[in-house]
């Protein structure tokens, strides 16, 4: 790789690095312990494992899509970095703001990101729509997952 190649690496470890530092700043803590959980919610060591992998993929997915288009796909490029600023609204929201109601919103509007992403990453790369399927499982998941705690408890949503 040239350095070119290594600085659009970078770039993007580092966008989706600020993204995730949304799930730092903002965590689950005792708020969020209190609260009652569907039986089938994973367990909390779960959450960061699948987050790194996810990142990681969309890291590769979003260098990928440059490399293969440079320059013609920044309109899609531009849907990823909004995706990601959706993304770190979530933590915000569910764990700062503690409005699970709000954050159902938003993981919607992540959901419908990640989908445009992925399909305006296919022209350029079949493998970067590969990689970010995992993503939107999970999203998918979080999705019913904030919607059933809103149900659970309404009494704190």
Sequence with gaps: MDSSAWISLGVFVALNFAAAASGGAFRPGAWYAALEKPSWTPPNWAFP???????????????????????????????????LVVNAAWSWLFFGRRRMDLALIDVVALWLSIAAVMAMFAPFSLLSTALLSPYVLWVTIAGFLNFRMIQLNRATA
């Design 49 to 83: 494992v699948v987050w790194l992998a996810i990142f990681t993929f969309n890291i590769f997915a979003g260098w990928l899509v440059w490399q293969a288009a440079g320059s013609a796909a920044l309109p899609a490029l531009g849907v990823y970095a909004a995706s």
